[in-house]
């Protein structure tokens, strides 16, 4: 039978890929997500994880997903699902709920067996009319055994042929799309370079899954993605924790210190040591310790003795710092503390996405302890904002915290790598900038109230500092009560004085828009997609999105006094709208919150929004 086609010209389409935590889903989206960007797509990729480390094969709980959304004009990594590759009968149930009406599913028949339903807790043997998929396109292949006889021959056992699955079901996808192998192949290769057995597998498989979708007698949709002429370059694809390393070096190179993080394995932070570590041979020091207080308490002490010094965690390891964080705040000293935030509390949802960190940060310390707080918007934005929390930290000789999340530091998107030199320069506040004669701990600038950063061990610039309150013109140990207010102060004037050396609140959209949108952090591409898509239907709605929060941008209120209908979206209680209301007077918003462990849907916000204009 001759093959009927659809070819559907889009111009961005969302792929999950979904299985057991062992299919190889995340290795399958990342080569497909790569292979997009080198078409000439614009990609964001979510990779989302089981909390569990290995659950029962074939249950709801151990579901492993990886969507890829491409295209043009791509902020986030889409919504509903256009495709979805379906390994198994729990991989389609948990992601039935992302699926469009139209959208194609693919599946290994292999996977769907009586024993398989029931494990997915299906009470019916037709799991699509019981998920009532009664309108989208079903591939039905049995890859596990296609997989199998692919590999008939070869010299790798039962249990290594059958993971190939995960290559033939890239393979199809490739057809799908019109992806060429020519680039996953390199990659394969590249990837499974010391075991030459095992790359020969997959590229056989792949492409024998390619093949198949090719020679397929099944009525399907083909896909014909736009590209994007993009800026000439060298790119990467990188995730937000890549991208936060990356900042951090950058930042210790303008600067002339060396780098050094202090950090303890944490979900979903861990990946910022195992990228530093890899940099040695430019200076960096990258320490695994014992717990998150021996983090906090190394980078101080690196920070002691003159190095841009940093420490990684996510929430439940914030808590555990906190103590230490407000001795660099009563020390004085430059530290760049990074909150990859998950779901909490305690343990919580350690695979998961949120933004219940920000009082934490704000707050999370003992005594009047003001502190910097700065979030990154997507995963490359985390170079920057790495970038700018060191420069921010060592110029203000401060503790910074830079927060971002579960969905962008696992999130990948093609990054240009960028030209450092067009960066702000990062020069230090440190005791070359005074007499040698004049100085002493306690001595201040006098435009930035930050004091000047002297390492230990410099000769002619021995001094003392702790956590106890010191005098304000000595720097020696002081109970007054006179000098305390003043040494309060002067710590908070410091961090208000920041806001005088960051960038301004940008509004995306018109000063007479009918409602404003204010978000911060990783919600920026769902919160950009819904307010476009509103002003393509004819609404006017404007975007606030806001990176530094502690200080503020210092044309906040005047930006935000141009609105009477302000809505608030964030994925907490209303924690930052919380924070506005008590900085700006006389401030009045509407909140959106969803606290889910999953990112915001594009078609939800619209709804909350519309229904908001409506009021």
Same mark, same amino acid.
Not at 124 to 130: I, Q
């Given at each position: ?307 841009? !010094? $940093? %420490?990684? /965690?996510?929430?439940?390891?914030? +808590?555990?710092?906190?103590?230490? #964080?407000? &001795? ?47 979030? !990154? $918007? %997507?995963? /490359?934005?985390?170079?920057?904002? +790495?970038?700018?929390?060191?420069? #921010?930290? &060592? ?221």
């Amino acid at each position: 039978m001759q093959n009927t086609i659809n070819i559907k010209d889009v111009n961005d389409i969302v792929i999950r890929f979904s299985g057991d935590s062992g299919d190889g889903m995340q290795l399958t989206g990342t080569i497909f997500s790569n292979l997009s960007a080198i078409f000439g797509n614009e990609i964001a990729t979510f990779p989302d994880y089981p909390a569990e480390i290995r659950a029962p094969q074939g249950t709801l709980s151990g579901v492993s997903g990886f969507q890829v959304h491409l295209g043009n004009r791509i902020y986030n990594s889409g919504d509903l699902c256009d495709v979805l590759v379906a390994m198994n009968p729990a991989a389609l149930k948990v992601n039935a709920r992302h699926l469009r009406p139209d959208s194609v599913i693919v599946i290994d028949t292999d996977s769907f067996q009586k024993r398989d339903l029931e494990k997915a807790l299906f009470k019916t043997e037709d799991p699509f009319n019981e998920l009532g998929l009664t309108s989208q396109q079903i591939i039905s292949v049995p890859i596990t055994s296609l997989t199998k006889d692919s590999l008939e021959g070869t010299e790798l056992d039962m249990k290594s042929r059958t993971r190939s699955k995960n290559m033939f079901a890239l393979g199809l996808v490739c057809w799908l799309f019109n992806r060429p192998l020519d680039v996953a192949n390199h990659m394969l290769s590249a990837k499974f370079a010391k075991k030459p057995a095992l790359v020969e597998a997959n590229l056989k498989v792949l492409a024998d899954g390619f093949n198949y979708g090719h020679n397929t007698d099944t009525t399907i949709s083909s896909y014909r993605v736009e590209t994007v002429n993009v800026e000439k370059g060298y790119y990467l694809d990188v995730n937000g924790n890549t991208a936060t390393a990356y900042g951090l070096i950058a930042a210790a190179e303008n600067a002339g210190r060396q780098l050094f993080l202090g950090s303890y394995p944490i979900t979903p932070a861990t990946d910022i040591l195992h990228e530093l570590v890899k940099f040695k041979q430019l200076g960096v020091k990258a320490i695994q310790v014992e717990d998150e207080i021996a983090g906090v308490c190394t980078a101080i002490g690196a920070s002691f003795a003159g190095s841009l !010094a $940093a %420490t990684s /965690t996510s929430g439940p390891g914030l +808590a555990l710092k906190s103590e230490a #964080i407000g &001795l660099a705040v009563m020390a004085e000293l430059p530290l760049v503390v990074i909150d990859v935030q998950r779901g909490g509390p305690s343990t919580g949802l350690p695979t998961k996405t949120e933004q219940t960190d920000l009082r934490q940060a704000l707050y999370g310390r003992n005594g009047e302890s003001p502190i910097v707080v700065m979030a !990154a $918007a %997507t995963p /490359t934005d985390c170079f920057d904002m +790495a970038y700018w929390a060191s420069k #921010i930290a &060592l110029e203000h000789i401060t503790p910074v915290i830079l927060l971002t999340d579960g969905y962008i530091a696992n999130g990948a998107s093609a990054w240009r790598i960028p030209d450092t030199d067009k960066y702000p320069s990062i020069t230090p506040n440190d005791q070359t900038q005074v007499d040698e004669n004049e100085w002493r701990s306690a001595l201040r600038n006098d435009e930035t109230y930050a004091r000047y950063w002297a390492a230990a061990g410099t000769p002619g610039y021995t001094h003392r500092i702790g956590g106890l309150e010191k005098d304000y013109d000595s720097g020696a140990i002081s109970t007054d009560a006179a000098n305390h207010q003043m040494m309060v102060n002067t710590r908070q004037a410091k961090v208000d004085k920041i806001a005088d050396y960051i960038p301004q609140l940008e509004l995306i959209g018109g000063e007479d828009a009918d409602l404003l949108v204010i978000g911060w952090g990783g919600t920026y591409g769902h919160l950009r997609e819904a307010v476009e898509k509103m002003n393509e239907a004819g609404h006017k709605v404007a975007l606030a999105h806001f990176r530094f929060i502690s200080p503020l941008p210092k044309n906040t209120a005047a930006v935000l006094s141009k609105f009477k209908n302000i809505i608030v979206a964030e994925q907490n209680n209303g924690q930052f709208a919380g924070y506005l209301i008590d900085k700006i007077p006389g401030l009045k918003v509407s909140r959106y919150n969803k606290v889910e462990g999953q990112p915001f849907s594009i078609h939800e916000l619209i709804e909350a929004f519309t229904k908001k204009l409506e009021e």
